[in-house]
């Protein structure tokens, strides 16, 4: 069965510096997604960035980047230039069996 | 139009109550979810529609009722809750199902239905 694991409760990172999440996953499928969604204290979950496991290439979206290790089934996300609005709890995420992780919850300290 | 659109945002009622929770898209995705989520912990996939069929049910109690009167509406209904049924409900919707019934592609979440059960 797929598994998502997230290490990691909590972590805190200053402002304007960069943070990673960690994520492994445990599949014995070949094609499938993975997604990092973040979730504000206002509740409302959006997504971050997606990866296809198809691509070698990593996924950015601005500020967001990740890591993706196919062999190691290693997903984790990269926030650089940390910013208030950046606290949250990330959720990593692998489809199409719709598996969260625990979750991260992430503090910026001023 | 980008949103999933929950009502309402909180709900409280008695275990002897019927209610409805009601979760809408108008961006044509045919897989409409919803979800059961704890404090601080991950949502929980409680029922998947794909083209207004109901497709996947996690063994959710009787007690909660889904709904999809069309494509863009999603409903759940609620009777003889308990007060452990009390959490967020989250509604999301993606483009599609694949083939074997379950998604790829990315959800669309609403802000959620508070419920808290007396």
């Known amino acids: 069965a797929q598994t998502v694991t997230q290490s990691q409760p909590e972590m805190s990172v200053q402002e304007a510096e960069t943070v990673t999440l960690s994520c492994t996953y445990d599949t014995s499928e070949s094609d499938y997604y993975l997604f990092w969604y973040k979730q504000p204290p206002s509740r409302q979950m959006i997504l971050v960035i997606r990866?296809?496991?198809?691509?070698?290439q990593n996924a950015t979206e601005n500020r967001f980047s990740v890591n993706f290790q196919k062999a190691a089934k290693s997903f984790s996300l990269k926030i650089s230039d940390s910013q208030l609005g950046d606290a949250a709890m990330y959720f990593c995420a692998y489809m199409p069996k719709i598996i969260f992780g625990k979750g991260t919850r992430l503090h910026i300290l001023p | 139009d980008t949103e999933v659109t929950q009502t309402p945002k909180h709900l409280v009622m008695g275990m002897t109550n019927k209610k409805s929770l009601k979760c809408e898209q108008h961006?044509?995705?045919?897989?409409m979810y919803w979800y059961k989520q704890k404090a601080k912990k991950p949502p929980e996939l409680m029922f998947v529609y794909s083209y207004e069929k109901l497709s996947i049910n996690e063994s959710v109690p009787s007690r909660f009722s889904p709904e999809c009167p069309n494509s863009s509406l999603l409903n759940l209904h609620l009777h003889a809750l308990q007060p452990e049924d009390s959490a967020l409900y989250l509604c999301a919707s993606s483009q599609r199902l694949a083939g074997g019934l379950l998604s790829t592609g990315e959800l669309f979440f609403g802000e959620g239905s508070r419920l808290t059960v007396l």
């Open positions: 961006m044509g995705h045919r897989a």
């Open positions: 990866q296809e496991a198809y691509k070698q």
